[in-house]
């Protein structure tokens, strides 16, 4: 008989998820494994984690990371500066190591009392050592805070949703604790339905030529930074508001500077406009 908790995410109302997109969450949540995206930025990787906490219906914890962060930085962090301050001022009891624990977003994941959807973004921004360090806690579901000698056991594995954009090769060791799935950009089908989610309203012929404008440049030969999905739907956005149609436009792209947001791209667009 097919376990039903197999099939649990099928993409929202608000996010449309491609079958091998949505295969690989659900084998991730099935085995209790991370699920680690990779793609392009703009291919909704970060999306994809707040779509899951609403379509099973948890709380989503955000831990955003950045080339100084910590693993320890995951776990909790210990006021020393405030307990100082109340030592010196008078204002509480400093005894009580426990005031000036505040747990970070793993640490709030794992002592939580009903399960929640961690979101680990970007985790190629960190330290190469930090995913290894990641690992006991997110293997053992367990961990120490040693300040108060207590130790703080999950009483639900957290649904682990993390997000590379591929700046650096992550380890082994860790790779092998994840569920893997690359996003593909959309193709043009695909992102028929994307924007139709968000533009409910747009014609066909305006849709299939901002479609076309777009696709093409994303095949520009030595463009830099390819547009997104989510500039897409910013420059239909702004055509819309300022109604133009692309029909009748004469000569270059409007809102060039919604698509493209480099001067190079820019002048390179320009360029070829011209020749």
Known sequence: MRDETFDQFRGTDTYIASDELRHAVNVAVALGRPLLLRGEPGTGKTLLAENLAASLGMDLLRWHVKSTTKARDGLYVYDTVARLHDSRFGDGDVKDISKYIKLGPLGEALASDKKVVLLIDEIDKADIEFPNDLLLEL?????????????????????????????????????????????????????????????????????????????????????????????????????????????????????????????????????????
């Not at 060791?173 to 193709?187: E, G, K, N, S, T």
């Not at 992102?191 to 479609?211: E, G, K, W």
Request: charged content about 30%.
């Open 139 to 275: 293997d053992a579901m367990r961990f120490w805070i040693d300040e108060l000698g207590k130790e703080v056991v999950a009483k639900q594995r957290p649904v682990v949703v993390i997000t590379s954009n591929n700046e650096k090769e992550l380890p082994d060791a860790f790779l092998r604790r994840c569920v893997f799935h690359y996003i593909d950009f959309p193709d043009r089908a695909l992102m028929t339905q994307i924007v139709r989610v968000h533009h409910p309203d747009v014609a066909d012929r305006v849709l299939d030529q901002a479609l076309e404008v777009f696709y093409g440049l994303r095949g520009t030969p030595r463009i830099r930074k390819r547009p997104s999905t989510s500039e897409l739907i910013d420059w239909i956005c702004a055509l819309k508001k300022a109604g133009v149609d692309l029909g009748r436009v004469g000569g270059g792209i409007p809102f060039l500077g919604t698509l493209l947001k480099t001067e190079h791209d820019v002048e390179l667009v320009g360029k070829r406009a011209k020749a």
